[in-house]
């Protein structure tokens, strides 16, 4: 996956401008407007902090996911959020997307986004990306998604950009995916790990 360095030198600036604005408002959204799956009185929530186009995400997101959900969420025993923290601007902007869509249709957008990851992000230039984030909402017929005017949509993207802040804030989150669990990062997130320390709380 060819990565477009001018696109991130111009995601970080934003994003230290967002870090600025932040220190005044002191605002705080990942509690409260995040994307979850399961019961929100399950004993175990577990935080994912993710990039889109990361590719660990991905595996994480199509191998992982489904055997906690399957094992625990289904349960009634974890409830899962998903926070992003993007990486670059095509993630940045999948993002916001995600953000515009109805909840029904979150997991599914989630899920073709990680599964064709490969295929969407890879454009030489950002509106070429954007382009193929365009065809991923139309394969999923979400004609409802006003494209641009979520893409510049400044309430969203300040959500964004703040989440990302609290997480590197408060749980030191600088590399994704970054697996939180009941307020502790767990090291090494894979399955196994993830299953003992469920099992070690419930």
Not at 19 to 24: G, K, V, Y
Not at 98 to 110: A, G, Q, R, T, Y
Not at 112 to 138: C, F, H, M, P, V
């Amino acid at each position: 996956m060819k990565i477009y360095s001018k696109y991130i030198k111009l995601f970080k600036i934003f994003s230290l401008l967002i870090i600025l604005s932040s220190l005044i408002s002191n605002n705080s959204y990942a509690d409260d407007t995040s994307f979850f799956i399961g019961k929100s009185d399950a004993p175990v929530k577990i935080k994912v902090f993710s990039s889109f186009t990361c590719p660990h995400c991905a595996n994480f997101h199509m191998k992982i996911i489904p055997e906690i959900e399957k094992n625990f969420v289904n349960s009634g025993k974890v409830q899962i959020t998903f926070i992003d923290f993007p990486l670059d601007q095509a993630a940045f902007n999948a993002s916001k997307l995600l953000n515009c869509i109805d909840k029904k249709n979150k997991m599914e957008f989630m899920d073709a986004i990680y599964k064709n990851q490969d295929r969407w992000t890879s454009g030489s230039n950002l509106e070429t990306i954007n382009n193929n984030l365009k065809q991923i909402l139309k394969d999923l017929n979400l004609y409802s998604v006003k494209f641009n005017d979520c893409l510049m949509d400044e309430k969203i993207s300040d959500k964004i950009l703040v989440e990302r802040i609290d997480a590197q804030k408060k749980y030191s989150v600088s590399s994704t995916p970054t697996i939180v669990i009941n307020e502790k990062k767990i090291d090494n997130p894979d399955f196994e790990n993830i299953k003992s320390t469920i099992e070690s709380l419930i």
